[in-house]
């Protein structure tokens, strides 16, 4: 940037960038679930003062990401049934993934699914899948979105004293 003006910091973010916000931050919403977050935020004062905001400062987006970032992460097991509900049975060749993913639900297109596949695997390995190769849940799981075990993690929080008498924080995998 070649200027000479001193930056207006206001600490607001435009509400068009909020689908990117919360991709950055790991949780990929839906097209629809971002329309949803955008439509509460430009309308969240609207019923008191008939103004509408197309802004969005920390606070709020704090507080919207808690409200709709699921607790959970996505398991085997979603991806499982969410894939048996889109096909015929458990596995279909990857062409008629492709095929279900471009008319099916929220529809994407060539491009959106180019792009998608260049962040999950890295440029140009999404023409080394073979449009004949059978993809069932699992391997999709593991080989697309790069799953590493069927094995849900248990975690354990442990807050307690040590012999010193200091507070000690101790997370277990």
Known sequence: EDTMEERKITGLVPLKELPNLVR???????EEECANMIAEVYYANFTETGETCDTIDLDTFIKLYINHKPVFGTSKAEIAEAFDSIGKGSHMSWAKLVELLKEKGEVMTEDDLKNIMKALLGKGAEDEINPTEIMTAEKFSDKILGFDEDVEEEKDLD?????????????AV
Do not use: F, K, N, R
């Open 24 to 30: 950055a931050l790991g949780y990929y919403p839906s």
């Open 159 to 171: 807050i307690g004293l040590d012999e010193t008498g200091v507070t000690g924080l101790s997370l």
